[in-house]
């Protein structure tokens, strides 16, 4: 069981440094990026290759992470970036961190 298991996670995956983003939430953040990155769920991160964990962030209840989700998802797409580069300047795959 990785740390990440049964906690609530706003996290942003990117096709590539700078390229499509997507934000989603979570309570099992391996689980879910595994889920995107073998494609298991039809939909947008499939269709696009959107797969590059580059930002999460770690929340104490899951309405406290869906209100941050959805907070992100209203922000200018240069506050997301900047969101990103805060934390990972190089936009490296954290997935294997979360592991």
Do not use: C
Not at 57 to 68: C, E, G, K
């Amino acid at each position: 069981m990785s740390n990440y298991e049964f906690l609530p996670v706003v996290y942003i995956l990117a096709s590539a440094p700078y390229s499509t983003l997507y934000i989603g939430v979570t309570t099992n953040l391996p689980k879910r990026i595994a889920e995107h990155r073998l494609k298991l769920i039809p939909g947008f991160t499939s269709k696009y290759n959107v797969t590059n964990l580059v930002y999460y962030q770690v929340f104490d209840t899951i309405d406290l992470a869906i209100s941050t989700e959805k907070k992100v998802k209203k922000l200018s797409r240069l506050r997301k970036i900047a969101m990103i580069e805060e934390d990972n300047p190089g936009w490296i795959d954290l997935y294997s961190q979360i592991l």
